[in-house]
């Protein structure tokens, strides 16, 4: 298999590095110790929950930041600077350089969010608990959101193939906010009682990513055991979607005319 | 017009940017003071629907749910300082806390304080803070402290002792409950309520399922109470019956057996003859070692 991904992937998370990416963990940083400090004088009983949750969601949030802002732009900038056309002259296939952006973003997530799951430990630390055997579900939960990124990024580099920066977050936020309400989706089918609008809805339930699936802080703050089997179907579920929509994003591109 | 050298116009923005933060501030502070009118309107729920808000949330339903319980700690100690005694927004407060984190305890166990405690202290609604701690039981078979604090809610506030019974049995069920105590605490409720056949259920479970001599000997001991109890209402119907008849209450026990009312003295658990005190109403021996119940 050819290095080229790889190279490509490693100059994304060298770029993102440089742009100062990697900035948002100082806003993280000081999150998580104002939490720290502040919520035992303002609520009862919820120190650790309330830093197991801001935590969480705070990874969440700014992940999504992350790869929707940089993933919708990762295609159109290298257009824009022409520096893409430098690049395909030589021997890089575009999906090879569509998967090493995507390798590169993915890095760089996997890298703020390992800082990020570190000042969370250390803030977990500051409320006075010890870690227990528990705490291995706030891991999951954060690997949870590590697919749910993982995901989101493939979505908005799809976009990005064939769109603007601006449609293409707008197209990955809907296609996100979809994937979250895609249970209810389902159950509206079938409260309508027609056969084919249930048919339909059941249809979309399936074709749209359920974000749903990656969602495990409530779990993670309360320390509920997160079964083993469902990390591999979660991580089986990312991976099988994220190359559809590679796949697609690689046929969509290569067929793109970037004269 | 003079153009100022990168030095000079670096330290005139370092003096001009916190003296235009304070200018800021200032304004704030006026407008903050016309405004202060509007300062009550701001206590109130723009969405009081927890189900709502829970797919609003978007995903992050937990981080709400530790706002919302917040802000109803906020509210409750804002209001109690207050000491009107007003806590309309507090129930709400807490039914979208679990709405939006079913398992937020902390929220069904103070929530059912604060609504619970009399007024000015509290909301003086025992019969919600049953309700949230009943949907807290459901949410959470598991958690034997919200079965705990149910049976409190019935038995100090609305002196209600078979649901307390009920409920403290309830909570014994519950793998990794004390449920010893939780079993004494039922079985004692029920006797309080008067219900001696729960009780003498609950004490019979307790003395066949524990392997505690001590606790073999207590439960036995209130057994025996619970016999003696019984023996002495059945035998005060019977004084009842020869009163009606003799127009006067009888004198011993004696005499019952005189009108045909008893067979023979009867004997309570530890073989000492019950007597009529002279209120006419039956008693222990006083040299059995038996004690009622409340004793």
């Known amino acids: 298999m050819s290095a080229m991904p790889g190279v490509v992937a490693v100059n994304t998370f060298r770029e993102a590095v440089r742009d100062r990416v990697l900035y948002n963990l100082v806003f993280f940083a000081l999150l998580m110790m104002g939490a720290a400090i502040l919520v035992g004088q303002v609520s009862i009983g919820i120190n650790r929950l309330v830093i197991v949750n801001l935590g969480l969601s705070a990874i969440s949030v700014i992940g999504l930041v992350m790869a929707v ?4 732009g990762l295609i159109h900038k290298e ?21 090493g952006k995507y390798g590169g973003l993915l890095l760089t997530l996997v890298v703020n969010t390992s800082f990020m799951t570190v000042g969370l430990a250390a803030a977990l630390y500051y409320v006075g608990r010890p870690f227990v055997r528990s705490d291995v579900t706030v891991l999951v939960a954060i690997y949870f959101i590590l697919l749910e990124l993982a995901l989101v990024t493939a979505i908005a580099l799809f976009f990005s193939c064939f769109s603007s920066p601006m449609l293409s977050t707008l197209f990955t936020l809907a296609i996100f906010v979809t994937g979250l309400f895609a249970s209810d989706i389902r159950d509206f089918g079938a409260l309508t009682n027609d056969r084919a609008m249930e048919a339909f809805t059941r249809a979309l339930y399936y074709l749209v990513p359920n974000f749903h699936n990656f969602n495990a802080i409530a779990a993670a703050g309360h320390g509920d055991r997160i079964p083993l089997a469902l990390v591999g179907e979660n991580t089986l579920y990312a991976a099988v979607y994220a190359t559809v929509v590679l796949v697609a994003g690689s046929v969509v591109f290569a067929r793109r005319n970037l004269k | ?5 990168p030095g000079r116009a670096s ?12 200018a800021a501030a200032f304004l704030q502070v006026r407008i903050d003071a016309q405004t202060r009118s509007d300062g009550a309107q701001q206590e109130q729920l723009l969405v009081s629907s927890g189900a709502l808000l829970k797919k609003l949330s978007l995903g992050y339903d937990p981080l709400l749910a530790d706002i919302y319980w917040t802000r109803a700690v906020q509210y409750y100690g804002t209001r109690v300082g207050e000491g009107h005694g007003d806590f309309a927004l507090l129930d709400p407060l807490l039914n979208i806390s679990t709405t939006l984190d079913p398992h937020l305890i902390i929220a069904y166990r103070f929530g059912a304080i604060f609504l619970s405690e009399p007024k000015p202290i509290g909301d003086g609604r025992t019969d919600l803070a049953i309700q949230l701690v009943k949907r807290g039981v459901a949410a959470n078979p598991n958690e034997w402290r919200l ?10 506030r609305l002196k209600d002792y ?14 990794g409950a004390p449920f010893m105590t939780l079993k004494l605490m039922a079985a004692s409720v029920a006797e309080k309520g008067g219900s001696i056949e729960t009780s003498r259920m609950i004490f019979a479970e307790l003395y066949q399922s524990t392997k505690d001599p001590e606790v073999q000997k207590m439960a036995l001991k209130e057994l025996r109470a619970l016999k ?19 127009r006067r ?6 005499e019952l057996i005189s009108a045909r009312l008893l067979r023979g003295s009867p004997v309570d658990p530890a073989g000492f003859p019950y007597e009529i005190g002279p209120d006419g109403k039956s008693r222990l021996d006083p040299r059995s070692p038996i004690k009622p119940p409340d004793q």
């Open chain 2, 162 to 175: 078979q649901p307390a019974a009920a409920a403290f049995l309830a909570g014994s069920n519950v793998p």
């Open chain 1, 79 to 99: 257009i824009e600077k022409r520096t893409l056309y430098s690049l395909l002259a030589r021997p890089v296939r575009r999906w090879e350089f569509l998967v």
């Open chain 2, 249 to 254: 209450k009888p004198a011993s026990i004696q």
């Open chain 2, 1 to 5: 017009m003079t153009r100022l050298s």
């Open chain 2, 11 to 22: 330290w005139k923005a370092i003096v001009a940017i916190p003296l235009l933060f304070a």
């Open chain 2, 147 to 156: 079965d705990y604090d149910l049976g409190l809610l019935y038995y100090w």
């Open chain 2, 228 to 246: 003696a109890q019984e023996d002495e209402m059945h035998l005060d119907q019977i004084v009842r019956e020869y009163e009606k008849r003799f």
């Open chain 1, 69 to 72: 802002f940089i993933g919708v």
